[in-house]
């Protein structure tokens, strides 16, 4: 079957550094993406990964290995609008989002 | 990124009645369109897939019947719940996206049956 797990909540203070992880089972592969969600919206997309590696963008950085079935993202000098969701979503064979529950963020001052 | 319009954001209806969400792509051709439906502080549930000018694909216990999707041109689907009940009161969200590229999602509709 097709599964991800993510840690269900996490708790880092405002400038610091955090690194949520997520492992998955898919049917096939084609990229995993990383969407942020603020409670009561729709997500938005932070990153798609699709091959192995580290991909950087501004303050968020998302890391891919496919061999293990792995990615974490990575959130540096945090804000307080960084609370929300984050939901990791690898694509299977038929280009099918696969949704988590994803990791609720709670950052403090 | 590509800006994906959901209308409207929220609405009450009485129980029985049907509600129409639209789900439009403004800056780019959508070829397929995805409906979820989000219950407090749970995952998104895919609902149903949709092609434009063919039939939705719905997943395993939503109701076709229920839950009428339409994606009748490569910017625009959408979601009717027919016979709303309370049971029904979630929030929908659409996405689009152009082949295989990332999602975009609309702003979701949070839908009140009373």
């Known amino acids: 079957g097709q599964n991800i797990d993510q840690p269900t909540e996490m708790t880092a203070t405002e400038g610091a550094i955090v690194q949520i992880n997520c492992t998955y089972q898919t049917s096939g592969f084609n990229g995993l993406f990383w969407y942020q969600q603020h409670a009561g919206e729709a997500p938005t997309f932070l990153s798609y990964n699709v091959l192995d590696g580290l991909e950087e963008k501004g303050r968020f950085s998302s890391f891919l290995s496919r061999s293990k079935g792995y990615s974490y993202l990575l959130l540096k000098e945090l804000q307080m609008k960084d609370s929300a969701s984050y939901l990791c979503?690898?694509?299977?064979?038929?280009?099918?989002?696969?949704w988590g529950a994803g990791t609720k963020l709670i950052i403090k001052p | 990124g590509a800006v994906v319009s959901q209308h409207p954001s929220w609405v009450i209806c009485k129980s029985g009645t049907s509600v129409k969400i639209e789900c439009r792509s403004l800056?780019?051709?959508?070829?397929?369109m995805f409906w979820y439906r989000q219950f407090p502080k749970q995952s998104l549930m895919l609902m149903a897939t949709s092609n434009e000018g063919s039939k939705a694909t719905y997943e395993q216990g939503v109701e076709k019947d229920k839950f009428l999707i339409n994606h009748a041109s490569l910017t625009l689907s959408t979601l009717t719940v027919t016979s709303a009940h309370p049971e029904d009161s979630s929030f929908y969200i659409c996405?689009?996206?152009?082949?295989?590229?990332?999602?975009?999602f609309g702003q979701g509709t949070r839908l009140t049956v009373v």
């Open positions: 800056d780019f051709q959508a070829t397929t």
């Open positions: 996405s689009a996206r152009a082949g295989e590229l990332e999602a975009f």
């Open positions: 979503a690898p694509q299977d064979s038929n280009y099918q989002l696969i």
